[in-house]
């Protein structure tokens, strides 16, 4: 399948050189039709449909073949873009498989198997109509870019269903024939109207001399944004390639023949590098630049000078003290980090300080390895939990199993003394994580655990990062480019009297539009700038004989570490707390310590602010009120104003495609600036 899906996009690129061969006016209406050869790629996450019996683990993939087809108008809306709408049928079949191991019975030894090979599949028929609505960007000759929704409606989805034994020689216990749970029908609950996004390109070949008869071949990508069944995790994308015929309706300008450019017409060119600009004057005829910067308010204001800041900086990084598993496995997952015997020697806490939060998690097993080494006397309960759902339903065994594989590696990997080391099973957490059905899966993939306790704090606390914080005043700068001539210009951020890729950031405007934003960013330059002291606005008319001339010097202040008179005047520290319970504000035992030890490093002088996160399960507003609460109790418990705590609802800093990521998000963050007397 990738094998077609390269061959598509061969068929599309090698063409390009004919680009020569362009349609002489693109502001022409088209209409025609389109035909397409459609692979589909289901993304599901759904053990069965509504009301009919599976066994199956979870589907989370299908493929399927099939064919598009419609008609077309595409309505020019400039010489570059046009509105293109499509309407047609589209197949959106695919057969979804999964398989596990299960207990079946061998009919050559007469004898039960426990681990055996079993397909569950779903064979999906499903019929699509739908409107296309995309804009066109057609940048060269007949290229062309597309983008845009697709609306479709759906009336039924058929499907076909079985069990089957790939296996020969065995059968299911229960009917002792190779297949079971067969049965076919249409699917219940069935989300009727679709939504997707569009993507996609296209090349037109005219096919004859008025060049009123076009061919394209084009590929698209489909994105689903809905759901095929309602209450059920299941998205369908796809891939078509293929060809549409158009007809461009000719008018008196696409008759015309093609005339040669000037002679005297010169080219195009880029800044030249390592030539000194001159200063602007009003004879340069170049644009007139509008320099300003984003506030911490986010407002604009006149940039004349960035200052550069640097300030000690202390930063406390949780631990996480929970391992998940996937369902109905006991085997560690490859997110977490573990290391060869000959490599624990080499472990560092000090590079896993450096890491990122999330990285530094995927070490936990090694950091509390390494802990329970530097100190002898401690010990820890991994006490092992599963979702009690489906499979895992009171399965207290796997629970067990689940603890003993982190025993295992503490003990022959990190020659831990099992002696250390107790185990506990049960079947959900104590304090388990419960979500409604639509995010069911979610909480059992947080309840899939085992949770590490120690009698000794220092096992799970958390790592402090001590390091240099830089800070940039304005953070961006906006350059605003009136342009009502409509040429083309290149605009360059240098650190240096000369230009040259290695002191400039360069921005090149092509011409055909009035005005244009450029954006820039000193933290993205900050190499740069560091060594730097002015950054000199450099802009060019890009044509053979033109001078590059200084429009405006931006003064670079700087507040570094290593000037001491001008040493840092406050220090920052950030804090974060986590294992805030599913649903919760109240503090852990865990937050409590942590934020004692805040407290005890807050000084007369110091600014406190306390935002609370959520992660993104649940209602939005009800997140915002809990943010809110867990930042207020923080804040009443280290003895702050609750005008000084916030409430920022949804966590997006970490993923919430991962139980680890949600719990990481489900947190409070306390900013503390100190004066530096």
Known sequence: MLKKIVCCFVFIVIPYPLLAQKIIDNKRNRFGGYIHYTL????????????????????????????????????????????????????????????????????????????????????????????????????????????????????????????????????????????????????????????????????????????????????????????????????????????????????????????????????????????????????????????????????????????????????????????????GSSVLSKRYTVLNNNDTDKFSLGVIAKADILNAYYSILNIVAKRLSVYPDAKITLTGCVSDNYEEKNNVGLAQKRAETIKKYLTETWKIDPKRIMLEARTLPQNPSRTNDKDKYASDEENRRVEIFSDNPEIIAPIIVNDTLQTYSPPMVYCVIPNTEKKSFSVSFCTSETISDKTCTSYVNKGGMKSDTVVYKPYDNKRRIHNAQVINIVTQNNSEDALPYIHKRITITKKTLADKSKIGDKKIAIYRLILFDFDKSELSDRNARISEFVKNRIENESTVHIEGFTDYLGDGTYNKKLSAERAATVGKYIGIKQELTEGKGEQTYFTNTLPEGRFYNRTVVITVETPIK
């Open 40 to 327: 589909n790629f289901h993304s599901a996450d759904f053990k069965q449909l509504p009301n009919v019996e599976n066994c199956c683990p979870n589907f989370e993939s299908g493929n399927g073949s099939a064919i598009s087809l419609g008609g077309l108008y595409e309505l020019p809306l400039s010489n570059k873009f046009s509105l293109s709408l499509r309407a047609g049928y589209s197949g959106m079949s695919a057969l979804l498989i999964a398989t596990e191991n299960k207990p079946l019975f061998d009919l050559n030894t007469n004898r039960l198997i426990q681990q055996a090979p079993v397909e569950h599949s779903i064979n999906t028929t499903i019929h699509s109509f739908g409107l296309e609505t995309l804009a066109a960007f057609n940048p060269i000759g007949g290229l062309r870019f597309y983008g845009g929704v697709r609306s479709s409606m759906v009336n039924d989805i058929q499907y076909e269903q079985k069990e089957e034994i790939k296996q020969e020689g065995f059968v299911f216990v229960e009917n002792k024939l190779k297949t079971r749970n067969e049965v076919s029908g249409n699917v219940e609950g069935v989300q009727k109207f679709q939504l997707a996004f569009v993507l996609g390109a296209g090349m037109e070949f005219p096919l004859n001399t008025s060049k009123t008869f076009l061919i394209s071949p084009e590929v698209f990508f489909t994105i689903g944004l809905t759901g095929l069944a309602k209450d059920m995790s299941w998205i369908a994308n796809s891939f078509r390639a293929g060809l549409s015929f158009k007809y461009a309706v000719p008018s008196q300008s696409s008759i015309l023949p093609e005339t040669k450019p000037k002679t005297d017409e010169k080219p195009i060119v880029d800044v030249k590098p390592n030539e000194k600009p001159k200063e602007a004057d009003k004879e340069n005829n170049i644009p007139s630049l509008i320099i300003t910067g984003l506030s911490k308010e986010n407002r604009n204001i006149p940039c004349d000078t960035i200052l550069y800041e640097e300030f000690l900086s202390t930063e406390l990084k949780p631990l996480l003290n929970y391992i998940f598993f996937d369902e």
